[in-house]
């Protein structure tokens, strides 16, 4: 009885292999903390918002390390549609990271769809800050070293991404499973801001949460240009 106790006790002290682990400073982010620069974000009970516009783009505006997490229901398309800069149509939510402004950031997408899948780029226009300058030129897709499986997403059932980067690694979690682990490359370190959230033509209840600075930590800010856009 005692030997089977104790590894029963050992391995409730393991891990749990590919969950992210616990940040003390991952918190809540209210409506009033972000900073949207295209679309409308409607705030509900507690920290929770929602979003019914084709296009939603926003930012923490206080300062912020590079792990971020949307806890979100899917509440079906909206009511009209708007294609992205390129002219695709997407159904899609993701995180923002590194957000310095509209045209060098990196993008964790989980696209609904047409085509079901996780995406992860980065954003790159040396020079340009504003969507209007930079539409949507400096993308690219960054190639995992590993990828699984994306679950499926069903009208009012509950989910969550979250995205944690450091230096140039990143690492992409769907429902607390690790899906996706690469590295993002060099470009990516050449800009510097703080995480956020976009969504394109869903509607979604929603909690945001981000990773905060310690005491001795540095952490990443932006200048709030609201209604401004981003792409």
Request: net charge positive; charged share 20%.
């Amino acid at each position: 009885m005692k030997f089977r106790s104790f590894h029963l006790v050992l391995l409730l002290a393991l891990p749990l292999v590919g969950a992210p682990q616990a940040q003390l400073s991952m918190q809540p982010v209210s409506k009033d903390k972000l900073c949207v620069t295209e679309g409308e974000i409607k705030e509900l009970s507690g920290h929770r918002m929602s979003v019914i516009v084709p296009k939603m783009r926003a930012f923490v505006t206080g300062a912020v390390l590079q792990e971020a997490e949307v806890r979100f229901t899917y509440l079906g398309p909206t009511k009209e549609t708007a294609p992205l800069n390129s002219g695709e149509v997407r159904r899609q939510l993701g995180l923002k990271l590194r957000a310095q402004d509209g045209c060098n950031l990196v993008y964790a997408m989980w696209r609904l769809e047409p085509k079901a899948e996780l995406v992860v780029s980065v954003k790159s226009n040396p020079g340009l800050t504003t969507s209007a300058q930079c539409d949507a030129r400096g993308y690219s897709n960054v190639k995992a070293e590993s990828v699984s499986r994306l679950p499926l997403v069903k009208h009012g059932h509950r989910n969550s991404l979250r995205a944690i980067m450091d230096g140039s690694q990143l690492r992409v979690y769907i429902n607390n499973k690790l899906l996706w682990k690469g590295d993002v490359g060099p470009e990516a370190l050449a800009f510097q801001g703080p995480v956020g959230l976009r969504s394109d033509n869903a509607r979604f209840n929603f909690e945001f949460f981000a990773s905060h600075p310690a005491q001795g930590q540095a952490g990443a800010t932006a200048v709030c240009h609201a209604g401004s856009g981003d792409e």
